[in-house]
């Protein structure tokens, strides 16, 4: 089983804001928030194709993700927006902001589980 290292942030998405608005529990905002975005190099030296299935974990957590290739983020990198499976993700220590860091995470992508 390969295992690999990738920094993660969270942030807001235009998809997300716009499912956001059929509720939470709609099918366009769950399919949106369990979406991870890696660069299209990443995608290819990891043998993956764009919609399988990966599994993310950080110290705090982890969570099962599908892949959608970004137009911007450099290899190493990825990216989920904002919603409960990225929370999973994020640490709760605030450092005294009462926001948790949600840029800069540390995962590992595994490929199978």
Known sequence: ME???FLLITGRSLK????????????EYIKETTTVEMSKD??????????AEVKLKSSSGEGI?????SQG????MLFIPYGPPANLL????TAGTGM???KGI???LLKEW
């Open 90 to 93: 994020i640490p709760a220590e």
């Open 42 to 51: 990443d995608l290819d030296r990891l043998g993956l194709t764009e919609g």
């Open 16 to 27: 997300q804001g716009q499912a956001a608005e059929q509720g939470k529990f709609s099918p």
């Open 3 to 5: 295992n690999l290292k």
């Open 100 to 102: 948790p860091c949600c």
């Open 73 to 76: 983020l450099p290899p190493g």
């Open 106 to 108: 540390d995962v590992e």
């Open 65 to 69: 993700f599908h892949i959608r290739v």
